[in-house]
Nanobody
Framework: QVQLVESGGGSVQTGGSLKLSCAVS????????MGWFRQAPGKEREGVAS??????????KYSDSVKGRFTISKDKTENTLYLQMTSLKYEDTAMYYC??????????????????????WGLGTQVTVSS
């Protein structure tokens, strides 16, 4: 059974940066993608960034709201997923979750930023951006 543990959240001022980490342990068969999601109070969980198994630029997706500011990456040797966040805005305040899923490549292509494509989740790390 796979376990995902996020870290790196915290409080930062507008324009600041944070780097989130997600440590993955356990078996991850039939899992083509990993992703970062966030959920603000009273809002639905939304996809922020997703990366395919090979991890090259052609296998990365970003939501429009973070494109150009956030960078997703992964270290296969350390089984760790990262999210580098820069130029943070107040509206980036949320609980951030990492997830693993996409039993098929097609799942990532069609639903890479959708919660429906993911089957294992971490417990989240809080990011708070203040002005």
């Amino acid at each position: 059974q796979v376990q995902l543990v996020e870290s790196g959240g915290g409080s930062v001022q507008t324009g600041g940066s944070l780097k989130l980490s997600c440590a993955v342990s356990g078996s991850t068969p039939n899992s083509y993608c990993m992703g970062w999601f966030r959920q603000a109070p009273g809002k639905e969980r939304e996809g922020v960034a997703s990366i395919g198994n090979d991890g090259h630029d052609g296998q990365i997706k970003y939501s429009d709201s973070v494109k150009g500011r956030f960078t997703i990456s992964k270290d296969k040797t350390e089984n760790t997923l990262y999210l580098q966040m820069t130029s943070l805005k107040y509206e980036d305040t949320a609980m951030y979750y990492c997830a693993i899923g996409c039993p098929r490549v097609l799942d990532w292509l069609l639903r890479g930023l959708s919660t429906s494509a993911y089957n294992s989740w971490g417990l989240g790390t809080q990011v708070t951006v203040s002005s």
